[in-house]
T-cell receptor, first 110, second 114 residues
Framework: DVKVTQSSRYLVKRTGEKVFLECVQDMDHENMFWYRQDPGLGLRLIYFSYDVKMKEKGDIPEGYSVSREKKERFSLILESASTNQTSMYLC?????????FGPGTRLTVL | DAKTTQPTSMDCAEGRAANLPCNHSTISGNEYVYWYRQIHSQGPQYIIHGLKNNETNEMASLIITEDRKSSTLILPHATLRDTAVYYCIVRPAAGGTSYGKLTFGQGTILTVHP
């Protein structure tokens, strides 16, 4: 079974902190994605990566950056966390026709 | 990506078929119809996808109209564990510059009752 794991299920940070959200997949997929999910807004794509060290902005990249140093790992970085980044963050990796999602990280920024 | 329209919520009795509709009237010729679902507190899960022919797998069936402007996801014997938000998504086949990006709408909240 494909496994996508995320470093934390729940995270609480303070405004201004630098936050790292880690995602690891075990199926050698080239494409990986970071989404955030908010009530009433659905899932929105933040960034995606189509290969190691390659990345592209999604629909809402502002306030975020990403890192893909190894194929299996895709990190989402909040350089200076703000309260409006309180959300559920979902990572996914893609086989040809299917995206596999991790369990999500619920981030609260106080 | 083409926009989709789904009902906000639907109910279904356990053991009955759940038929979830989706309108995608602006779908273009190279776009597939995908369905995902999200059970509470979990990440979305792939269900099925199709281009123009009807498709069936162990989870569900997908019926696409001949003009491809709408589709229906069918869960043949709904169980309580099928209670979830169901997302209908249209996008080009993976490859090229799309890299398989998915654009999720609001989805349909399906509640299966005992």
């Amino acid at each position: 079974d494909v496994k996508v794991t995320q470093s934390s299920r729940y995270l609480v940070k303070r405004t201004g902190e630098k936050v790292f959200l880690e995602c690891v997949q075990d199926m050698d997929h080239e494409n990986m994605f970071w989404y955030r999910q908010d009530p009433g807004l659905g899932l929105r794509l933040i960034y995606f990566s189509y290969d190691v060290k390659m990345k592209e902005k999604g629909d809402i990249p502002e306030g975020y950056s990403v890192s893909r140093e190894k194929k299996e790992r895709f990190s989402l970085i909040l350089e200076s966390a703000s309260t409006n980044q309180t959300s559920m963050y979902l990572c996914a990796s893609r086989a040809y026709n299917e995206q596999f999602f991790g369990p999500g990280t619920r981030l609260t920024v106080l | 990506d083409a926009k989709t329209t789904q009902p906000t919520s639907m109910d279904c009795a356990e053991g009955r078929a759940a038929n979830l509709p989706c309108n995608h009237s602006t779908i273009s010729g190279n776009e597939y119809v995908y369905w995902y679902r999200q059970i509470h507190s979990q990440g979305p899960q792939y269900i099925i996808h199709g281009l123009k022919n009807n498709e069936t797998n162990e989870m569900a069936s997908l019926i696409i109209t001949e003009d491809r402007k709408s589709s229906t996801l069918i869960l043949p014997h709904a169980t309580l564990r099928d209670t979830a938000v169901y997302y209908c998504i249209v996008r080009p086949a993976a490859g090229g510059t799309s890299y398989g990006k998915l654009t999720f709408g609001q989805g349909t909240i399906l509640t299966v009752h005992p």
